[in-house]
């Protein structure tokens, strides 16, 4: 009796730490979110863009620049933050490995083939953009790729990650080959390959919003399952859990999370390495607990990124993923050390 009062203390204390943890991100994510939309080539007060917001009577160049330009590029920023820290926590969760992140099963190097192609066909296939593109390729490479993890003979798990090697690999080689000999989708398509968010708009917006959403909250429904595969196959299966249908939602919708953000961003890399494993450190590996607080810092990570390409070479913008990979890989490096001092 008293293990139960002293157990249920202990879990009411943690749950408490959690909302408090959730609570103060969301308002930093609200107030970077408000100063965010002051920064760039015209400096904004954040006096002057609360008024921009809220006073619709007025008819200034404020108003134009943060309704018009600002505010859709800031929420389509903290969407496909939260979006690719989603498809993280799916990710690392159904590999049981902290190093995993979004493209480990291939979708970068379906997203990258199918942006060329989109390049290369714009005048033949003008309704074809190389959003459009992005998200078919990204998925249809995850789809190859789970389906032939299937059939393989290492299991399901290391199934996935040598087949996501190889289609990554062959991918990028048919990107390369397809560049070399159509040299004029050079600019364009390198330019969408380091990722930003500099053509961002309200339509935009409303594309990733019919995506993201629905994936997020799938991967979300999923956190008993990821608690479960966190055991171990073994241990999952032993609990009821029907594998193959666990791990085809997990990809599916973890991919569906990355597609969305990558349709609209181009390839920003780390964002879903970093959140879960800072959301880890915060809140513990409780899918259910760790996934919101991952998808705020993963929000947080993208908007302080973006305001960086904004404001550091004013009025040129610099892509976002640059600074999401000088950021990611010095991280990347710490959690292999951490890992081999823990083995």
């Not at 006073?55 to 620049?65: D, L, P, W």
């Not at 003979?153 to 062959?170: C, H, K, T, V, W």
């Not at 935009?204 to 995506?211: M, N, Y």
């Not at 999370?257 to 609209?264: C, G, H, P, W």
Request: aromatic fraction near 8%.
């Amino acid at each position: 009796m008293l293990r139960r009062y002293i157990r249920k203390v202990s879990e009411n204390k943690i749950n408490s730490r959690n909302a408090i943890a959730f609570s103060l991100l969301f308002l930093v994510l609200l107030a970077v979110m408000i100063l965010s939309l002051g920064v760039g080539a015209v400096q904004l007060t954040p006096n002057e863009t609360v008024s921009a917001l809220i006073n619709q009577a007025q008819k200034n160049s404020h108003r134009t620049i943060v309704w018009e330009f600002r505010f859709p590029r800031i929420l389509l920023v903290v969407l496909c933050g939260a979006a690719l820290s989603a498809a993280g926590v799916g990710f690392q969760g159904l590999f049981r490995n902290p190093l995993a992140d979004p493209y480990v099963v291939g979708a970068s190097g379906g997203a990258a083939l199918g942006a060329t192609l989109a390049v290369m066909l714009r005048f033949s296939l003008p309704h074809i953009t190389i959003g459009i593109g992005a998200f078919f390729g990204s998925l249809l490479a995850v789809l190859v790729v789970f389906a032939i993890s299937e059939y393989s003979n290492y299991g399901s798990i290391a199934g996935l990650l040598l087949a996501g090697s190889a289609m990554s690999a062959m991918l990028s080689a048919v990107v390369s080959l397809l560049l070399l000999l159509n040299d004029e989708v050079l600019h364009g398509v390198y330019a969408w390959l380091l990722g930003s968010f500099a053509n961002s708009s309200w339509s935009e917006l409303g594309q990733t919003l019919w995506l993201a959403p629905p994936a997020i909250l799938c991967v979300f429904l999923m956190s008993r399952s990821l608690d479960a595969l966190a055991a171990g196959e073994e241990t999952a299966q032993s609990l009821g859990l029907n594998l193959r249908k666990a791990r085809l939602i997990i990809v599916i919708s973890s991919s569906l999370a990355t597609a969305a953000a990558v349709s609209v961003s181009g390839i920003i890399g780390f964002v879903g390495l970093i959140a879960p494993h800072l959301a880890r450190m915060l809140v513990g590996a409780n899918h259910k607990t760790m996934m919101p607080i991952a998808m705020l810092l993963g929000s947080l990570l993208m908007l302080f990124a973006d305001d960086l390409a904004r404001t550091l070479m004013a009025p040129v913008e610099i892509p976002v993923g640059i600074f999401t990979a000088l950021l990611g890989g010095p991280f990347f490096l710490y959690l292999m050390k951490t890992g081999e001092k823990r083995t």
